[in-house]
Every structure is written in C-alpha cells, then in structure tokens.
C-alpha cells in the first residue's frame, strides 16, 4: 500500500495567493482527517471527514480555508486568499472507522509545508 | 475528550527503558487511551493504545492504572530512533476526533 500521498511538499506562495493542498487517503479507509502544525500551536485538527461528509470543521481558523471531498480517494484544503499566519505543515490522515473494528490507528501522509511571504 | 497531561521533555539512555507518563484524571468509562509519536519532520505514527488492560505490542507496552487516571509507555530499549515527540490522546471509542496536545519530547542519548 502506498499510504497517504499528500501533494505538493513544498509550496512557496505569495500573499493573497490561492493555495490548494491535495490528498489521496489510503484505498478503503473512510475517514478522512486535515491537520495544521505550527511551533505555537502544535498539532490542530481542521477539519475531518467521514464516508466522503464534513463531520466537524470546527478547527477551520476561518472562511478562507475550505475543504472538499468529491470521492473516497481524493480531498483537497484550499486557502483564498493566502496570509503569511498561515505557514505551518498540513499533515492529511487517514483511517478506517467502524464500531466492532475501531483501533483508532491514523495514518499520516507525509504533510505539505505551506510558506507564505 | 479528557485533556491529557504530560512532561514537556524527557531524555534516556540508549539501551534503557524509556518510560513516559500521561495523566489524564477526567477520562470517562468509554474513553481510550492512545499513544502516537512525531519523529522530526514526519507524521505522527501509531504506536499504541488500550482501554483499562496493560497492552504490548511490538513497539511498546501501556500500562493503565486501575483508576484510569493515568497511562505510561513503556519503550523497553530505547535506540536513537526514538528520539521523537510521542502524544498521549484520550477519546471516545466512537469518536473519530483525535486532539493532539503539546506532547513529551523525548531524547535518546547515546
């Protein structure tokens, strides 16, 4: 299995840029988890998804950031416009989700580092 | 969730056991704990988790008080690789929500 493919690695934009973070989550798993990391605020859950359906986007800092998931393969994080606050690590996770199987096990792709001038 | 707490950083001795403590004294009855670790630059990994019983896998043991007011992980022989930030999560077995908090970085000397 491939794992978690996030794309691209590195983005260097400007201010005011559209910014678009992409996603594939490993075949099968259907739960779908976007996360923030900055030295100050650590690890924050965004937004998660499950069975393709935004279930909490409560950790969206605001209405620039959104998030899609048109099918189970495929997510996308968009930010419009860009501010420099918004430079951190965006991890995507993945898992699959049941009441009789739940280990709780998220697998993390290897995150997209997002600098903002 | 309940909130974890746990010591900002720790550092062992290769080879020694690394044991690193969570307290977490408003968990609930339906609540797990879980342990992932951050090495540099990397997405967090799964290492571990359990509900009341002690558990063992291959990368660790958790032991869980009987109050289950707090957990430890155990790495038996801790090697460089350790070296990492590891996470102490409580949450509803049904929830999908994992919070991370501020995490124990630790060091593994040579």
């Known amino acids: 299995d491939a794992g978690v493919i996030q794309s691209p690695r590195h983005e260097v934009t400007e201010m005011g840029q559209e910014v678009t973070l992409r996603c594939k989550p490993i075949?099968?798993?259907?739960?779908l988890f976007w996360y923030r990391q900055t030295m100050m605020r650590g690890l924050e859950l965004l937004i998660y998804?499950?069975?393709?359906?935004?279930?909490?986007d409560s950790g969206m800092p605001e209405d620039r950031f959104s998030a899609k998931m048109p099918n189970a393969s495929f997510s996308t994080l968009k930010i419009q416009p860009s501010e420099p606050r918004d430079s951190a690590v965006y991890f995507c996770?993945?898992?699959?989700?049941?009441?009789?199987?739940?280990?709780?096990?998220?697998?993390f792709g290897e995150g997209s580092r997002l600098t903002v001038l | 969730d309940a909130k974890t707490t746990q010591p900002p950083s720790m550092d062992c001795a290769e080879g020694r056991a690394a044991n690193l403590p969570c307290n977490h004294s408003?968990?609930?009855?339906?609540?797990?704990v879980y342990w992932y670790r951050q090495i540099h630059s990397q997405g967090p990994q799964y290492i571990i988790h359990?509900?009341?019983n002690n558990e063992t896998n291959e990368m660790a043991s958790l032991i869980i008080t009987e109050d289950r007011k707090s957990s430890t992980l155990i790495l038996p022989h801790a090697t460089l690789r350790d070296t990492a930030v590891y996470y102490c999560?409580?949450?509803?077995?049904?929830?999908?929500?994992?919070?991370f908090g501020t995490g124990t970085s630790l060091t593994v000397i040579p």
């Open positions: 996770a993945s898992s699959s989700m049941s009441l009789s199987l739940n280990t709780g096990e998220l697998f």
């Open positions: 075949s099968g798993h259907n739960s």
């Open positions: 998804f499950n069975n393709n359906v935004p279930i909490d």
């Open positions: 408003t968990i609930s009855g339906n609540e797990y």
């Open positions: 359990g509900l009341k």
């Open positions: 999560i409580v949450r509803y077995y049904t929830g999908n929500q994992f919070y």
